[in-house]
T-cell receptor, first 114, second 112 residues
Framework: AQSVTQLGSHVSVSEGALVLLRCNYS??????LFWYVQYPNQGLQLLLK??????LVKGINGFEAEFKKSETSFHLTKPSAHMSDAAEYFC????????????FGKGTRLSVIA | GAGVSQSPRYKVAKRGQDVALRCDPI?????LFWYQQALGQGPEFLTY????????KSGLPSDRFFAERPEGSVSTLKIQRTQQEDSAVYLC??????????FGPGTRLTVT
């Protein structure tokens, strides 16, 4: 079975500061990993995905994540936070075959302080 | 083209009522997924279709939940005899074979 743990249900950063959202996964097979963002009353939007190619993955809006197999981690970072980054972020895992259900973490709410 | 759409966006039901939630996937997308997102939680898988075939319904919480996709396009999630614990946002996602999942805006169900 696969699972995802997101450390910190709420993270608060100042505008312009580094954003670091943590995600650790558990999987018996090499996984696919995803980060999604959810704005209030909206669906999930894909930020980036790891599908066994490059371990450093760049996504939209300046976000990136690094797959570290030894640490079973896939942390999301952004060098400089913008007010518009305030949202809920979800890490998800799936088997490496596509077209399979995603297993999500509980989410981390990011607040950006002016 | 248009994204995944869901209707209604909001639904209030009295306990014991039946509800039907609709999902219109992106045209041509083979796979369709339903997820349930409780308040303050991440989405949890309910069921999955490939074309009209329901390949996995292991996430449906009880036999009051039923999903169909009769022509391999639009899908309906039906909940019979709704209970308060059914209150959640129901998300639909669609994908091409092996591609990412594209999510709709969700239907927020409140059972009173």
């Amino acid at each position: 079975a696969q699972s995802v743990t997101q450390l910190g249900s709420h993270v608060s950063v100042s505008e312009g500061a580094l954003v670091l959202l943590r995600c650790n996964y558990s999987s018996s097979v090499p996984p696919y990993l995803f980060w999604y963002v959810q704005y209030p009353n909206q669906g999930l939007q894909l930020l980036l995905k790891y599908t066994s190619a490059a371990t450093l993955v760049k996504g939209i809006n300046g976000f990136e994540a690094e797959f570290k197999k030894s640490e079973t981690s896939f942390h999301l970072t952004k060098p400089s936070a913008h007010m518009s980054d305030a949202a809920e972020y979800f890490c998800a895992v799936s088997p490496p075959s596509g077209n399979t259900p995603l297993v999500f973490g509980k989410g981390t709410r990011l607040s950006v302080i002016a | 083209g248009a994204g995944v759409s869901q209707s209604p966006r909001y639904k209030v039901a009295k306990r014991g009522q039946d509800v039907a939630l609709r999902c219109d996937p992106i045209s041509g997308h083979v796979s369709l997924f339903w997820y349930q997102q409780a308040l303050g939680q991440g989405p949890e898988f309910l069921t999955y279709f490939q074309n009209e075939a329901q390949l996995d319904k292991s996430g449906l919480p009880s036999d009051r939940f039923f999903a169909e996709r009769p022509e391999g396009s639009v899908s309906t999630l039906k909940i019979q005899r709704t209970q308060q614990e059914d209150s959640a946002v129901y998300l639909c996602a669609s994908s091409l074979a092996g591609d990412q999942q594209y999510f709709g805006p969700g239907t927020r169900l409140t059972v009173t």
